[in-house]
């Protein structure tokens, strides 16, 4: 299993109705000086966010309905976040695996809500089989994944226009799997295993993610 773009599965109208509920004031807002976001659902929401959002109104059977035209039937979410990062290279390789459970873990889904110019979102063959990494990943952590092959390089071009903002050291021995250059009303899935990082990136980008489990 690895990354997949499905195509043109949101209209504009929607993904207007999901910014426009987005950058509404309301309990859900959280808003932090590397980024304004709002999590609706999942393992991560704090008790206390939890109850300030109990009652309060969210697109749930749009965005529901949307993993439904993904063919995915979740088990149940670890995470449904709105995100708009203001520090623009914020984040860099990591893995989105939460308590790292091999039965449960199922997709990373990664929905373009608004960009710039352009946006993309390099996804790693390498698959790393425990908790999430938060935004520290090691070489230990790189070399403990599989496929990590010492001897792989990835392409110098590529790295100039994608991965510029990650320490080259991390990089080496890992193998794209794919970059997902961004397009509004895709929908890109991949494993939550698998290794990825934001495209090196100066511009403004809105998305949602969800983490499932199967
Ligand atoms: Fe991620």
Same mark, same amino acid.
Do not use: A, Q, T
């Given at each position: 299993m690895s990354a997949k773009i499905h195509k043109d599965v949101i209209l504009k109208e929607e993904i207007k109705q999901l910014l426009d509920w987005f950058w509404t004031p309301d309990n859900f807002v959280w808003d932090s000086p590397f980024a304004y976001s709002k999590t609706v659902a999942g393992i991560t929401l704090q008790p206390e966010m939890a109850v300030r959002i109990k009652n309060d109104y969210w697109p749930e059977k749009l965005i529901l309905d949307i993993v439904k035209r993904i063919n995915l039937n979740p088990t149940s979410y670890d995470e449904i976040t709105f995100l708009h990062i !203001? +520090? !623009? +290279?914020?984040?860099g390789l990591h893995t989105d695996t939460g308590k790292g459970d091999q039965e449960t873990l199922d997709k990373n889904i990664l929905i373009p809500l608004y960009f710039e110019e352009k946006a993309s979102t390099v996804i790693f063959k390498n698959r790393y089989l425990k908790g999430k990494t938060g935004n520290t990943f090691t070489k230990e952590m790189a070399e403990s994944?599989?496929?990590?092959?010492?001897n792989v390089q990835i392409d110098e071009h590529i790295i100039q226009e994608h991965l510029s903002h990650i320490n080259q050291d991390l990089l080496k021995g890992l193998t794209i799997d794919m970059i997902y250059e961004w397009k509004i009303g895709d929908v890109l899935t991949f494993d939550r295993q698998q290794v990825h990082t934001p495209g090196t990136n100066n511009c403004d980008k809105t998305t949602l993610s969800l983490f499932t489990n199967k």
């Open positions: !203001k +520090n !623009k +290279n914020y984040f994944c599989e496929f990590y092959d010492p």
